[in-house]
């Protein structure tokens, strides 16, 4: 193509994003001068808009941006964020208004985030898709399905959550032909990453869905002979579509795209949350002591393997995935956005910043509300003044009446972890089952202690990395050895 041509579609392609944002920066005003309630509701100050950290502005080559990166949200979506969103609990209290436009024997060091990445996927996959996607040796086709969604949360952190916002604009842009050209033409390399891991990630999904779609034509035998015996969730999705009416059928494009889901929905949750759960018994050698010792008395008692029942009812294991699903939720914040005007209710009411009380929020069609599950979950005056501090025992020793009282819409626990109401996670049953299947399976076996520091960062899914080392590549590195019989 002559650099002419490319010349005029990108100016073209800059044009419109730059009217696209102008009428959006009008529009944010209009709202503010027509429906001034969310004025009231205190908040942050935000930092001024020419004083934003200069990484940011080193960022900001492009009008979008400039859009993006005012206002309090970069600390809040921040990956060292912790400390600011704990500042804003305690300082604002339930509804925050936030201002922006915009391994001795045997012992070795594992990176254990990659293992429970690769587990979380071999079991969502197996029992999901009655599909295999890794066995679980070292070797690592770098092309493959695995490869491709473990990229995801790398090239997310290359990203930087202003690009991810970037990309929230563009897929919303113009039919899929246009954004594949724009993606093509725009001098964005993290973003063709994300093209080609999409279109990796769309091509095995379908190839599932076919060799599926043939064994189920073809009769019983074939399916009889996949990895789940035809009991995964989309071999029961596919019959159930087959069978049902022409109105109520789902495209087949649904369908497999219910693959890559799935897959996205289950897998970085999962595999982060266990690795927190071996993080903190790594720090936590008697917690870890403890649950071993739970985990073998009940092996031995059940003569090798245990069934699920007993697995689910161990109350030492049970207490240490809630504590931790409670102060450590993978998903930290959930955004919703009102496609009506609404009256948002308080469990108690805030001082507004004229001096008056609100009891409940009007909330403007289109504005964004930032939900924080783990504000929730470490409500101190819900869960008690030690809200912070993670102790498992508190399962066991019973919970406060605050609790109850609190009337918590979260499906799991009185926690708001897997969300609640109808979109509630529909995994979390799958995802306790997993945790503890892989805890009981390593934690009877080995024992884990740190190695070097961690962090983690505050990204979509809370992730960890090194403290001393690239902050963009999610890894856990602790030391595995033998367990002695007597530990
Ligand atoms: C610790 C693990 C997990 C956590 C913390 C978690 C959390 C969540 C949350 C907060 C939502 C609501 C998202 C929203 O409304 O925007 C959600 C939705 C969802 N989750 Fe999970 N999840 C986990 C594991 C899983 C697993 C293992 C699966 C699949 C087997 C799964 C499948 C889904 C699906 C399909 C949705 C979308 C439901 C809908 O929108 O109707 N999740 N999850």
């Known amino acids: 193509m002559p650099l002419r041509k490319v010349i005029d579609m990108l100016r073209g392609t800059v044009e419109c994003l730059f009217i696209y944002f102008i009428c959006l920066a009008i529009w944010r005003q209009y709202l503010r001068f027509t429906k001034p ?139 899929a032909a246009f954004r594949r050209k724009l993606i093509s033409i725009l001098p964005w390399p993290a973003m063709k990453e994300a093209r080609d891991i999409a279109d990796v990630l769309h091509k095995t999904s379908l190839e599932i869905y076919q060799a599926k779609k043939k064994a189920i034509l073809e009769g019983n035998q074939e399916v009889t002979d996949q990895i789940s015996q035809g009991k995964d969730i989309l071999s029961i999705l ?123 929020i009007f909330v403007p069609k289109g504005t964004t509300v930032m939900c924080g599950l783990l504000a929730s979950n470490m409500n101190t005056e819900i869960w008690g003044p030690d809200a912070f501090e993670w102790k498992p025992e508190r399962w066991i020793e019973g919970l406060p009446k605050t609790v109850t009282d609190a009337h918590l819409p979260g499906i799991y626990s009185n926690l708001m972890t897997f969300s609640g109401g109808s979109r509630a996670c529909i995994g979390f049953k799958f995802s306790q089952l997993e945790m503890k299947t892989v805890l009981a399976t390593l934690i009877s076996k080995f024992e884990f202690s740190p190695t070097q520091e961690i962090i983690w960062r505050m990204t979509n899914i809370v992730t960890p990395a090194l403290a001393h080392g690239d902050h963009t590549k999610p890894q856990m590195p602790l030391m595995v050895k033998l367990a002695t019989d007597s530990a």
């Open 238 to 360: 596919m019959r159930a579509n087959m069978e049902a009416s022409e109105d109520d059928r789902l495209p087949e494009d649904e369908i497999y795209g219910q693959i890559a889901t799935f897959t996205f929905a289950g897998m970085d949750t999962t595999s982060n949350a266990i690795a927190r759960i071996l993080w903190l018994l790594s720090q936590h050698k008697d917690v870890q002591d403890k649950l071993r010792s739970e985990l073998r008395e009940a092996m031995q008692n059940a003569g090798g393997e245990l069934p699920y029942d007993e697995l689910v009812a161990l109350p030492f294991m049970d207490a240490i995935c809630r504590e931790t699903m409670r102060i450590h939720s993978p998903v930290w914040q959930l955004l919703r956005k009102p496609n009506k005007d609404i009256l948002l209710p308080l469990s108690k009411p805030i001082k507004t910043v004229d001096g008056g009380e609100m009891n409940e």
């Open 37 to 175: 309630e969310l004025d009231n509701i205190p908040g942050p100050q935000p930092r001024s808009f020419w004083k934003g950290k200069s990484n940011l502005y080193y960022e900001m080559f492009s009008f979008t941006r400039v859009f993006l990166i005012t206002g309090s949200l970069p600390d809040y979506f921040n990956a060292n964020g912790w400390k600011y969103h704990r500042y804003l609990w305690k300082t604002y209290g339930p509804a925050i208004k936030m201002k922006g436009l915009f391994g001795e024997l045997n012992t070795f060091q594992i990176d254990m985030l990659s293992w429970m990445g690769r587990t979380a996927l071999e079991l969502i996959g197996q029992s999901g898709f009655g599909h295999s996607f890794d066995d679980l040796t070292e070797d690592y086709d770098e092309h493959s399905y695995s490869a491709a969604i473990k990229k995801v949360v790398p090239v997310t952190f290359r990203m930087s959550i202003l690009r991810v916002y970037g990309l929230y604009y563009i897929v919303k842009l113009g039919s």
